[in-house]
Nanobody
C-alpha cells in the first residue's frame, strides 16, 4: 500500500506564498504521475496542478502564473509553490499519486489546509 503524506499548509495573508510538499512511500516514485487537488467548503474537488513522470506539467487556469509544481524523485517528493495567494485559494489541498503503468484513481493523502486571509 502506498502512503501519501502532505505537509506545508497553513494560514497566510493575501499576496503571500506557501510551499506544499507531498511524499509517497513507494520504491518507484519516478514512474508516478503526481498531482495536487483542492476542495473548498461546499465545492467539488478540483485539479490544481499535475506533473507526469516525464516532467510534463499542466495547471488549472485559475493558478497559471502563480503556482508551480515540481518533483524531486530522489526525495520521493512533489512540491507545490504557491505565490500571490488570494482568499479564493483557501481550501484543503490533497496530493494524488497515480502509477503511470496502471492509471486509475491512484493513492490519496489526507490533505493539508491552506487558508488565505484578506
Amino acid at each position: 500500500q502506498v502512503q501519501v503524506v502532505e505537509s506545508g499548509g497553513g494560514l497566510v495573508q493575501a499576496g503571500g506564498s506557501l510551499r506544499l510538499a507531498c511524499t509517497a512511500s513507494v520504491r518507484a516514485f519516478g514512474i508516478l504521475h503526481m498531482a495536487w487537488y483542492r476542495q473548498a467548503p461546499g465545492k467539488e474537488r478540483e485539479l490544481v496542478a499535475r506533473i507526469f513522470y516525464n516532467e510534463r506539467r499542466n495547471y488549472a487556469d485559475s493558478v497559471k502564473g502563480r503556482f508551480t509544481i515540481s518533483r524531486d524523485n530522489a526525495k520521493k517528493t512533489v512540491y507545490l509553490q504557491m505565490n500571490s495567494l488570494t482568499p479564493d485559494d483557501t481550501a484543503m489541498y490533497y496530493c494524488n499519486a497515480v502509477p503511470a503503468y496502471t492509471g486509475g484513481d491512484g493513492y490519496w493523502g489526507q490533505g493539508t489546509q491552506v487558508t488565505v486571509s484578506s
